[in-house]
T-cell receptor, first 113, second 114 residues
């Protein structure tokens, strides 16, 4: 019954690899997001999709590519992983207006070695 | 530009006492919303409380309440009767209609002491 589910919860990989994180929501929301939380706990938006359309694309290396096959799913693919990509990645969803708050997934801790 | 500032990196409070976490924000918009989120050690981000900027009345949710000072652009969170389960990082966030994105503060780590 998880509202926003992310997989995997933990990901350890070597530099240079390509990896994906998946996110699914069953709340009927039409907007989904990816946030990155760094080692100092700072949360910064990366991408947002509204009804499968990319609406926010912050200054993120183009090694990061989001994909939204439908409004219930937003995946994040990362090419050529670097040490600095190590962080916790959060998926979230909301209604379009988003003024009632986000529902977050439990996060994916990515460690690049 | 939208900014959110939390000036207290860490705080502690004795169980059953009251603690107030500070947050200031800046926005040029008139229609915005403010939030407090809690992130316990489990890492899950949980919405604690929400305030609509056009409402003068301070929001309350059980032991959690806010002191919203619109002119001063201040939005503090008061936790009454603190419990051990309140130990967490607390993030203040602002949202402006039409932007689709939240701006988060840097967080305050709260420890409730037994």
């Amino acid at each position: 019954d998880t509202a926003v589910s992310q997989t995997p919860k933990y990901l350890v990989t070597q530099m240079g690899n390509d990896k994906s994180i998946k996110c699914e929501q069953n709340l009927g929301h039409d907007t989904m997001y990816w946030y990155k939380q760094d080692s100092k706990k700072f949360l910064k938006i990366m991408f947002s999709y509204n009804n499968k359309e990319l609406i926010i694309n912050e200054t993120v290396p183009n090694r990061f590519s989001p994909k939204s096959p439908d409004k219930a799913h937003l995946n994040l693919h990362i090419n050529s992983l670097e040490l600095g990509d190590s962080a916790v990645y959060f998926c979230a969803s909301s209604h379009s207006t988003a003024n009632y708050g986000y529902t977050f997934g439990s996060g994916t801790r990515l460690t690049v070695v | 530009a939208q900014t959110v500032t939390q000036s207290q990196p860490e705080m502690s409070v004795q169980e059953a006492e009251t603690v107030t976490l500070s947050c200031t924000y800046d926005t040029s918009e008139s229609n915005y919303y403010l939030f407090w989120y809690k992130q316990p050690p489990s890492r899950q981000m949980i919405l604690v409380i929400r305030q609509e900027a056009y409402k003068q009345q301070n929001a309350t949710e059980n032991r959690f309440s806010v002191n919203f000072q619109k002119a001063a652009k201040s939005f503090s969170l008061k936790i009454s009767d603190s419990q051990l389960g309140d130990t967490a990082m607390y993030f203040c966030a602002s949202f402006t209609s039409g932007t689709y994105k939240y701006i988060f503060g840097t967080g305050t780590r709260l420890k409730v002491l037994a």
